[in-house]
Each structure stands twice: as C-alpha cells, then as structure tokens.
C-alpha cells in the first residue's frame, strides 16, 4: 500500500518568507511525528499528534514554528519568517500508535523528508 | 532528560562479514522502547528492529540483532553476513513507554566494502 508521503520534496526560499510543508500520513495510522534533521546530525523531534488529542508542541524550536492536522489526516508544518537556521530535512512519520491485542504498536513509518534551504 | 549516544560517527564492514554498531542511552525510567533506523540515501527511515525493555530476550530480525544490556544501558546493532545494500546511516532510539517523544542519536554511517 502507499506509504507516508511528503511534499515538496525540495524547497528553497529566501530569508524571511513563510513556508508550508505537507505530510499525508498512511491511511488509518493515528499518530503523526514532525522531525527536523540537520546536516550532520540526529533527527529533533518537533510535533507529535494523536488522534483528536491536543498536540504536544513540546519540541518546536520557536513560535515562529506551527503545525496542523486537519481531519486526523493531513498534517501541515508552517514556518514563518525562516531564517538560515531552519535550513534541515524535514520528515513526517506516522504510526498506528495503539494497543493491539494488549501489545503496544507504534512502529513509525517515514516519509522522504523535504529538504529545506533558507537563503 | 534523555540522550540517546551514538560514539561511531562512521563504521566499516567487508561484505559477508559482521559488522556491531554502538548505542548507549540515559534514563531513569524502568520501561521504554528501544529501536535501530535504518537511513539510506533516499531519505526514507527504515525500521530494522525494536525492542522492549521489560524483555530480556534480545530481539532478532533475519540478519539484524541486538545485544541490550539493561544495566548498563547499552543497546547495540549486530548486522550478521553484511550486504551491499545495508550501507546507509543508522539511528538508534528511545521512546519512554508514556511518553510521545522518541529521542534519537546521532547516527553511524555503515559503508559496506565488496
């Protein structure tokens, strides 16, 4: 089946404008996973939503960073004002989080990421 | 907090051999997952193994095994017969059993030599 996808798969703006990245996530899944990876480094965790429980925002950088998932599907991050700093791979990933016969799934499935270079 | 440790920026295997990738990790919680990603080129993070931690049978996926030493905190990657097509960047991570968050380290890049 069609797994996590993300879209634009390259974006370049420049310093100052607001920019907007699409997840749709596997059809069915219930969690979705925004992540931010730097050149050279680990993957930071961003956002994460659960089915229609609040978000935990916990890991965005700024308030210039905001994310949406509308109708427990499609997620949108949106960044506003970049900077050169937001330059990084952007992933998505979703994930059936859940209890399936007593046995905790949240196996996180990824999209291929959209790279973002702030000029 | 949690930190996930990766000490091997960059590793090396000749293919057929077999090749162990470190991970150590800190916490204080009792109950958490533990999870090797694989990365190739393409982007796209590939699961290869998980494993919980009340468990102490280490966990096995064909060609991919791991050595998790609770006490010690270690949770490392055993690639067995090495092929061409594991070369990519792998990650280890954590997630605590409660929480949302999944913290990752910051990756070993395997090359595979023919």
């Known amino acids: 089946g069609a797994g996590v996808s993300q879209s634009p798969s390259n974006k370049v703006t420049e310093k100052g404008k607001d920019v907007e990245l699409r997840c749709d996530p596997i059809?069915?899944?219930?969690?979705l996973y925004w992540y931010r990876q730097s050149l050279g480094q680990g993957l930071e965790f961003l956002i994460y939503f659960q089915g229609n429980s609040a978000p935990d925002k916990s890991g965005l950088p700024s308030d210039r960073f905001s994310a949406e998932r509308t109708g427990g599907s499609v997620s949108t991050l949106t960044i506003q004002r970049t900077q050169q700093e937001d330059s990084a791979v952007y992933l998505c990933?979703?994930?059936?989080?859940?209890?399936?016969?007593?046995?905790?799934?949240?196996?996180?499935?990824f999209g291929p990421g959209t790279r973002l270079t702030v000029l | 907090a949690q930190t996930v440790t990766q000490s091997q920026p960059e590793m090396s295997v000749q293919e057929a051999e077999t090749v162990t990738l470190s991970c150590t990790y800190d916490?204080?919680?009792?109950?958490?997952?533990l999870f090797w990603y694989k990365q190739p080129p393409s982007r796209q993070m590939i699961l290869v193994i998980r494993?919980?931690?009340?468990?102490?049978q280490n966990a096995t996926e064909n060609r991919f095994s791991v050595n998790f030493q609770k006490a010690a905190k270690s949770f490392s990657l055993k690639i067995s017969d090495s092929q061409l097509g594991d070369a990519a960047m792998y990650f280890c991570?954590?997630?605590?059993?409660?929480?949302?968050?999944?913290?990752f380290g910051t990756g070993t890049s395997l090359t595979v030599i023919p």
């Open positions: 494993q919980e931690a009340y468990k102490q």
């Open positions: 059809s069915g899944h219930t969690a």
């Open positions: 990933a979703s994930s059936p989080r859940g209890l399936s016969a007593g046995v905790l799934t949240d196996t996180q499935y």
């Open positions: 916490t204080s919680e009792s109950d958490y997952y």
């Open positions: 991570a954590y997630r605590h059993s409660e929480g949302n968050q999944f913290y």
